[in-house]
């Protein structure tokens, strides 16, 4: 049996994500919107080329369930178009699922569907248009595009941060790390997360990491670099990150414990090397799930 709010809630998705914008870093009032989606975006170096990351959650309460087989089943597919100015070079599509055993899960809006795209690609600018259709309806739903800039993720040989959860999970035989996967911000909650920074410049060794909220340093540390292959991949219905050390020339920055120090709100993230700023980053931190007033 089909849930009775599911023409309500597609009709209000529609109108919602008519006003949908994604960015590699939203403001603070954007993320305040109601989004049902939310999509993260990460690029990896590999060699001569990038591995690119599109992972997204949403809660089971936003999707469409019907009772099947002593529970109750629900997804999403997302179609991508792949453009470059104004031509088309490439489409991908992705579908995932899920079943749970009862009604009330359907209902939670602190359980999600989790799930990943990525692609290997030597293009430094270009954009994605996903559409979104949902399982157990034909309504399909065009959402804003995705634009990858290479020279603004990456620049000066330093990437954006990755956000993990601290705390390892066996993954594959593989210890991994929980990707916070909330639109590359860092969730203000009770668990504590780290940052991983991809190094694409090989002669950067060290640097010094400054952290700045509300025009105060809030911490400073010193870093040196890993040498390692970052794998993103699906785990459990989760995202997980994990570091391939073995034969890899690629390298990265990790910043342990770092919600720990910061407070709700922007922060300033500035990379010294030999004393002079060679990369400034802003990030967020952001209450998700903050009690309404």
Same mark, same amino acid.
């Given at each position: 049996? &089909? ?5 309500? +809630?597609?009709?209000? +998705? ?41 992972? $997204?959650?949403? /809660? ?12 109750? !089943? ?13 031509? %088309? $070079?490439?489409?991908? !599509? @992705?579908? &995932? ?32 248009? /996903? ?29 954006? #941060?990755?956000? %993990? ?12 790390? !929980? ?6 911000? %860092? #969730?203000?909650?009770? &668990?504590?997360?780290?940052? %991983?920074? /991809?190094?694409?410049?090989?002669? @950067? ?11 105060? @340093? ?27 050390? !073995? ?7 990790? @910043? ?14 500035? $990379?010294?090397?030999?004393? &002079? ?13 903050? #009690?309404?007033?």
């Amino acid at each position: 049996m &089909k849930r009775l709010a599911g023409t309500v +809630l597609v009709f209000f +998705l529609i109108l919602s994500f008519h006003n949908y914008k994604l960015f590699a870093q939203p403001d603070q009032k954007e993320l305040q919107n109601n989004t049902p989606v939310l999509f993260e975006k990460n690029v990896v170096p590999n060699g001569s080329s990038n591995l690119y990351y599109i992972s $997204f959650r949403i /809660p089971l309460s936003e999707l469409i369930f019907i009772n099947k087989d002593n529970g109750y !089943t629900g997804g999403l597919r997302l179609d991508f178009e792949f453009k470059n100015q104004n031509e %088309i $070079f490439d489409r991908a !599509t @992705i579908t &995932k699922n899920i079943k749970v055993s009862s009604y009330d899960e359907t209902k939670s809006r602190h359980h999600y569907l989790q799930g990943l795209f990525s692609f290997e690609s030597t293009k430094e600018q270009f954009y994605l248009i /996903p559409y979104l259709t949902f399982t157990n309806t034909q309504q399909s739903v065009k959402l804003d595009s995705i634009s990858f800039d290479l020279k603004k993720l990456s620049s000066n040989g330093i990437g954006f #941060p990755i956000v %993990i959860e601290n705390g390892e999970k066996n993954c594959g035989g593989n210890l991994s790390n !929980t990707l916070a996967n909330y639109r590359n911000t %860092i #969730p203000f909650s009770d &668990k504590s997360y780290s940052l %991983i920074i /991809p190094v694409s410049d090989t002669s @950067i060794t060290n640097a010094k990491v400054v952290f700045d909220q509300e025009n105060k @340093i809030v911490f400073e540390r010193a870093l040196n670099t890993n040498a390692g292959q970052l794998i993103i991949k699906e785990c459990e219905n989760s995202v997980v990150a994990t570091i391939d050390s !073995t034969g890899h020339s690629e390298k990265y920055f990790i @910043i342990r414990n770092v919600s720990e120090k910061l407070s709700e709100g922007n922060v300033r993230v500035r $990379f010294f090397h030999s004393d &002079k700023v060679i990369k400034e980053i802003s990030l967020i931190v952001n209450w998700f799930d903050k #009690p309404k007033s």
